[in-house]
């Protein structure tokens, strides 16, 4: 792995520990084709880091809560502080 982590990308490190990490090991194997150039490899492996990241993004983005004012049907009924409910 430390090998490994020399020769990839700079761009690709925190990927590739995501992939450590969760043992992903074959999103790794998939960069890899035997008898190509290891630029071959690097362009996937970027390819990959790039797909990761605008999943984390896309995961994020799903947890954000609602920003206030964002009611888009006006006001909810009774909540008008000059006319209170009876």
């Known amino acids: 792995m430390i090998e490994l982590r020399k ?8 990927w590739l520990d995501y ?3 969760l043992g992903r090991w074959t999103d790794l194997v998939r960069c890899y084709v035997l008898n190509e150039p290891e630029d ?3 362009i996937r492996m970027l390819g990959a880091t790039l ?4 999943e984390i993004k896309g995961q ?4 954000m809560p609602a920003t206030l004012g964002s009611n888009a049907d006006g006001p909810i009924a009774g ?8």
């Open 19 to 21: 992939i450590q990490k």
């Open 60 to 63: 994020k983005k799903d947890r």
């Open 79 to 86: 909540s008008d502080p000059q006319n209170p409910k009876s």
């Open 7 to 14: 020769r990839v990308p700079e761009e690709s490190l925190d």
């Open 40 to 42: 071959q490899a690097d």
């Open 51 to 54: 797909a990761w990241v605008e």
